[in-house]
């Protein structure tokens, strides 16, 4: 592996470490993510916590902490291989912020937004998957899981040559969202909820 690719992957985990939505919960005034809601410092729980633009705001930052680097990573000419660990490491940073006390989130946006640099159909693909089960389900978590194990379905139709980065990236949010899906088979996993007035 070069050094330009260490230092891409190691940007991208750094990058990554950045969590938004404790950020912005402290610029509005909010308590911090972690502690409240489902403890999950996401858009999601910030919307439940704060309304639509705070988690507005936290999902563009979450997103662009994937896009910018996998973006950069393309632009220097890098595999798609090494394109999935700069992924892969902008997703850790999410989960284990660097800064936030290794206490983060599912990153399941970084992982969107690392798509779209190269592959923005599949992108869309995916943001179309998730409304639409989202808006059956009212479940944030089966959203997301279903759309991700699509991911490397629409990598190879779309997009070969990432399927194994699609592949990468479906593994490790399955992963993450392993306490979900116990509570989805148990039947008591959290539905989606409105912020109080």
Not at 12 to 19: D, N, P, Q, R, T
Not at 163 to 172: D, F, K, V
Request: net charge positive.
């Amino acid at each position: 592996m070069s050094a330009l690719a260490l230092l891409m992957i190691l940007s991208a985990y750094l990058l990554g470490s950045v969590s938004s939505a404790v950020l912005i919960c402290k610029l509005f005034k909010m308590d911090d993510p972690r502690l409240r809601g489902s403890g999950n410092p996401g858009a999601t729980n910030v919307y439940r916590m704060a309304g639509a633009l705070p988690a507005a705001i936290t999902l563009l930052f979450d997103v662009l902490k994937g896009m910018l680097p996998v973006w950069l990573s393309y632009y220097l000419g890098l595999s798609p291989i090494i394109l999935g660990w700069v992924a892969i490491a902008a997703c850790v940073g999410h989960i284990y912020p660097l800064y936030f006390d290794f206490k983060g989130g599912k990153a399941v946006a970084t992982a969107l937004g690392a798509m779209f640099p190269v592959a923005w159909e599949m992108a869309l693909l995916l943001i179309a998957t998730w409304i639409l089960v989202f808006s059956i389900s009212r479940v944030s978590s089966l959203a997301a899981l279903i759309t991700v194990s699509l991911a490397p379905f629409y990598a190879y139709l779309i997009k070969p040559q990432y399927s194994i980065p699609a592949i990468m990236l479906t593994a490790l949010i399955i992963w993450r969202h392993r306490t979900n899906i116990i509570r989805l088979i148990q039947g008591n996993e959290v539905g989606f909820r409105k912020p109080k007035s």
